[in-house]
């Protein structure tokens, strides 16, 4: 198994510019999120998505989007990048409530 | 809502030393509770877990076990070695249908010195 795959591993945006950040699992796991780690912040939650069809915002949605079409693809959009936005990006995955995260690598992106 | 406290630091302690870093928690009803590793340029690596009260959860040399008295998860090494400086999260997770449930703490920075 792969486990999660996120793709690319670094992004520079200029302000304004949208771009998709790509999450899979191959765990088939039911519940998949976006986290943003930023420096004294800790792991904050975007979205997260309880199985394919289901998605919900968490802690910070503000400026992106995604959507859940198949069990094992969760994308995170940024509509239109923002130099807040510059963070490091994880994607995790788990077989339900009560069980335990597994995160990809990160996707570190910064908007100038 | 669930929340999870644990020292920001950084820690910096001599190879060799005793770790403790601690883990306290607020939640409803009866949370799963987890450390998480996060080495330099990686993402987080689950180190060990406990699922119910009294439980040790252990690892690497690492334990930890769920207090529901005390609403405390502390992490614990006898001797540390230069290879385990990394960010340690406190995390719990609770059985809740619709939201995500999961919670995370601050995150503690370890740097182990030779």
């Known amino acids: ?112 | 809502g669930d929340s999870v406290t644990q020292m920001e630091g950084p820690v910096t302690l001599s190879e060799e030393a005793f770790l403790t870093i601690n883990c306290t928690y607020t939640a409803t009803g009866y949370p799963s509770l987890f450390w998480y590793v996060q080495y330099p340029g990686e993402g987080l690596q689950l180190l060990l877990k406990a699922t119910k009260a009294d439980d040790k959860g252990s690892n690497k040399g690492f334990e930890a076990t769920y207090r529901k008295e005390t609403t405390s998860f502390h992490l614990e090494k006898g001797s540390v070695q230069v290879s385990d400086s990394a960010v340690y999260f406190c995390a719990l997770s609770n059985k809740r249908g619709g939201a995500d449930g999961l919670t995370f703490g601050k995150g503690t920075h370890l740097i182990i010195q030779p």
Request: glycine letters at 10%.
């Open chain 1, 1 to 112: 198994n792969a486990g999660v795959t996120q793709t690319p591993k670094f992004q520079v945006l200029k302000t304004g510019q949208s771009m998709t950040l790509q999450c899979a699992q191959d765990m088939n796991h039911e519940y998949m999120s976006w986290y943003r780690q930023d420096p004294g912040m800790g792991l904050r939650l975007i979205h997260y998505s309880v199985g394919a069809g289901i998605t919900d915002q968490g802690e910070v949605p503000n400026g992106y989007n995604v959507s859940r079409s198949t069990t094992e693809d969760f994308p995170l959009r940024l509509l239109s990048a923002a130099p807040s936005q510059t963070s490091v990006y994880f994607c995790a995955s788990r077989r339900g409530a009560g069980y335990e995260q597994y995160f990809g690598p990160g996707t570190r992106l910064t908007v100038t």
